[in-house]
């Protein structure tokens, strides 16, 4: 059974702090990883993807991809109360899946004024 | 631009009764399109997925059933409605053709009572 794993928090940063989620995935024949934000009673918005090993950048968030530790993880810098939600980490399955995701649980994000 | 619609936004049914939660996407074609669920405490299950018209897997064995009338509409159904059937309905779309990216819809909050 494939598994995405994270903590569920709540993970509480200071305003202007820097907010790292962290992500476990199973299947290590993974390619493609995903971090989607999810407000209250709202639906998951895509915010970063990633690919390859290594780190990827945008705007205050940096996605890291180390595929040897099966490890994902999503950095905000800078965080901001509008930052506060629920952060779903999501792994591709394949062709015999569609490529559906496999989401974990979330980690639940609070960035205290 | 795509846009993804679902409706009802909030449904309240009770046990026993049928179920359809409507999904449609624009400004694109072939799209893979996927239903999850969402229930309280719970991760994103996939549902359903359909890679063209007619063409529908199912993922969990259960009282639900999906279909693709047209390329860019899926449809959820149920005849009988559970009280384990509550929770929060997603449907997304990702480009076809082996694409990673997925995007939600607004989703469906349906209260089985």
């Known amino acids: 059974q494939k598994e995405v794993e994270q903590n569920s928090g709540p993970l509480s940063v200071p305003e202007g702090a820097i907010a790292s989620l962290n992500c476990t995935y199973s299947?290590?024949?993974?390619?493609?990883f995903f971090w989607y934000r999810q407000y209250s009673g709202k639906s998951p918005e895509l915010i970063m993807f990633i690919y390859s090993n290594g780190d990827k950048e945008d705007g205050r968030f940096t996605a890291q991809l180390n595929k040897a530790s099966q490890y994902v993880s999503l950095l905000i810098r800078d965080s901001q109360p509008s930052d506060s939600a629920t952060y779903l980490c999501a792994v591709n399955g394949n062709s015999n899946s569609g490529y559906a995701l496999n989401f974990g649980k979330g980690t639940s994000l609070l960035v205290t004024p | 631009s795509q846009t993804i619609h679902q409706w009802p936004a909030t449904l309240v049914q009770p046990v026993g009764s049928p179920l359809s939660l409507e999904c449609t996407v624009e400004?694109?074609?072939?799209?893979?399109l996927y239903w999850y669920r969402q229930a309280a405490g719970r991760g994103l299950q996939l549902l359903f997925y359909?890679?063209?018209?007619?063409?529908i897997s199912s993922e969990v064995p259960q009282n639900l059933s999906a279909s693709r009338p047209q390329d860019r509409q899926f449809i959820l159904s149920s005849k009988k409605l559970l009280l384990s059937d509550s929770g929060f309905y997603l449907c997304?779309?990702?480009?076809?053709?082996?694409?990673?990216?997925?995007?939600f819809g607004p989703g469906t909050r349906l209260t089985v009572t």
């Open positions: 400004g694109t074609s072939n799209p893979n």
């Open positions: 359909s890679v063209g018209i007619g063409q």
């Open positions: 299947d290590r024949g993974s390619q493609s």
């Open positions: 997304a779309w990702s480009p076809g053709q082996g694409a990673r990216k997925q995007y």
